[in-house]
């Protein structure tokens, strides 16, 4: 499902990823663990094409990134999730608005977006938080609508950039529980962490190392 | 449908959040289209004047003395026939002396013991003819006749019209674009500060997959509604001053200006643009 081939994307002269050759099946569990600065995020990034390789190329699916048009690259995020340390959520927007926002920009129609928000608010533990506003809920709860926005739209990869970087070890736990669900429903789960307790919470993931901008295991 | 309904709401919901720098904006597009406006309405109204003093010029045609009354008719007839003229006006030598009485209060027969004032036609030339080449064509054409002593025209004051009607032409065009331009970019730079106030919406909308164009549309809106209210500001300010001041103008220069509903509609939609043109340069940045 997702390819590298030989890919190489470097910001100067230490950071950034080299030679990469990774692939990623579909319905797979992923962690990507190393340091800070390791390369991880920027796997994610060429991932969702956040960046582009300067050597070799990524394909996801159909999407090849030595091949893509910028304006195809919306398509390819409404087929990634995505959710990060931050949660980036819209803090002026309550709990229903920054989930149905991406069925919105999907141009899915009015009762089918209320239906799936219900749904995938009810999935990860959200259905009494729906008018709150962002603002309101506590970091666990945000990650959560990180996650409800990322799931409603059904990609075949949900991509986690430290996503417990924000959060307590029991809230943590709680939401690798999560993420664990969401893959036993088909969804592939990439995680990249420096957080190596969480690895033993998903004992089937597959676990890659990455060191200086390479991979230290490879599979 | 549902999807555009989606991105007015976002529009109108983005002009509330933004604030002051929403309001900056608005007033920033209203100041631009004040002075606009009343740079249009003084150059207009100057342009106006300027051919209103162009329509009052005329050509007079001194004929020979002693001249036949038959060839007068003729020549009458020859003078109807250039389409260029609009109006034709025959002073005889009789109405030339009373003309010169009332103007300087004399006989010309106790100065001189005869009436040495010719004959004479004064025409005005239709509005299209009123410009130097088509006066000096038409000039040429009647001093072929045998029976024309001399055509005159103030050539000079022809030519200096011209040149300052062309001028002022050139100045009102060159000002109304520049200012447009000035607004556009000024309109532009704060809006750019409201959407740099809210870049992380982009960034997330760029996140679930929102194409370009869903990204920029509710900012146009926003844009566009912003350029709106500040030309009604602008409307309303141009209107109440004409209607407090044009009274006091006209005692005292005799200048009133008429500011009709097509001028503000005409306001309204350029403010509208400059809001649509300033919010499409702001957003462009962000969406690199």
Redesign the interface.
């Given at each position: 499902m997702i390819t590298f081939f030989n890919v190489s994307c470097t910001f100067g002269k230490e950071a950034g990823v080299k030679n990469i050759n990774l692939t990623i099946n579909e319905g797979e569990f992923v962690f990507l663990t190393g340091s800070s600065g390791a390369g991880k995020s920027t796997l994610l990034r060429l991932i969702y094409m956040d960046l582009f390789p300067e050597k070799g190329k990524v394909v996801i699916r159909n999407f090849d990134s030595s091949k893509v048009r910028s304006s195809e690259i919306p398509f390819l995020r409404r087929k990634v999730g995505m959710i990060f340390q931050d949660f980036r959520l819209l803090e002026d927007r309550n709990v229903y608005e920054n989930v149905a926002l991406s069925l919105y920009v999907s141009h899915y129609k009015t009762r089918e977006i209320r239906q799936r928000v219900y749904n995938v608010l009810n999935q990860v533990g959200l259905g009494h938080r729906v008018y709150y506003n962002s603002k309101e809920l506590s970091g666990g709860e945000q990650q959560r609508v990180a996650i409800a926005r990322a799931l409603v739209k059904e990609p075949v990869v949900l991509l986690a950039d430290e996503p417990t970087g924000n959060l307590d070890p029991r809230v943590s736990s709680d939401l690798m529980s999560l993420l664990t669900r969401i893959n036993q429903n088909g969804t592939a789960v990439i995680v990249a962490t420096h957080n190596y307790s969480l690895i033993p919470r998903v004992p089937n993931a597959r676990l890659i190392q990455v060191n200086e901008g390479e991979i230290v295991n490879p599979t | 449908m549902?999807?555009l309904w989606?991105l007015i709401k976002e529009g109108f919901r983005g002009l509330w959040?933004s604030n002051y720098a929403g309001a900056f904006s608005i007033i920033i597009i209203a100041l631009s289209l004040i002075l606009i406006g009343f740079g249009y309405v003084a150059a207009r109204d100057t342009l106006v004047m300027v051919e209103n003093i162009r329509s009052q010029f005329d050509i007079t045609i001194f004929i020979q003395p002693k001249v036949a009354s038959a060839e007068l008719e003729n020549f009458t007839k020859e003078l109807g026939n250039i389409r260029e003229i609009e109006r034709i006006i025959y002073v005889s030598t009789d109405s030339a002396a009373a003309q010169f009485k009332l103007e300087f209060g004399e006989d010309i027969f106790d100065i001189l013991d005869y009436n040495p004032l010719p004959p004479s036609f004064t025409i005005s030339l239709k509005p299209p003819a009123r410009n130097l080449i088509s006066v000096e064509e038409v000039a040429a054409r009647i001093k072929k006749f045998s029976i024309v002593d001399e055509v005159k025209y103030r050539k000079t004051f022809l030519q200096l019209l011209e040149k300052y009607q062309r001028l002022i032409f050139v100045a009102v065009v060159s000002a109304f674009i520049v200012l447009t331009l000035i607004s556009i970019v000024l309109a532009s730079n704060s809006i750019k500060m409201t959407i740099f106030s809210r870049r992380?919406?982009i960034?997330?909308?760029?996140?679930?997959?929102?194409?370009?164009n869903?990204i920029r549309a509710p900012f146009m809106i926003e844009g566009t509604l912003e350029g709106l209210i500040g030309a009604l500001i602008a409307a309303i300010v141009i209107g109440l001053t004409f209607y407090f001041f044009n009274n006091y103008l006209q005692s005292f220069t005799g200048y009133r200006a008429i500011v009709s509903y097509r001028f503000y509609g005409g306001l309204i939609g350029l403010g509208s643009l400059i809001g649509l043109l300033g919010s499409m340069r702001a957003i462009r940045r962000f969406l690199e």
């Open positions: - | 549902i999807v989606f959040r992380n919406v960034s997330t909308m760029k996140l679930v997959g929102a194409t370009n869903f």
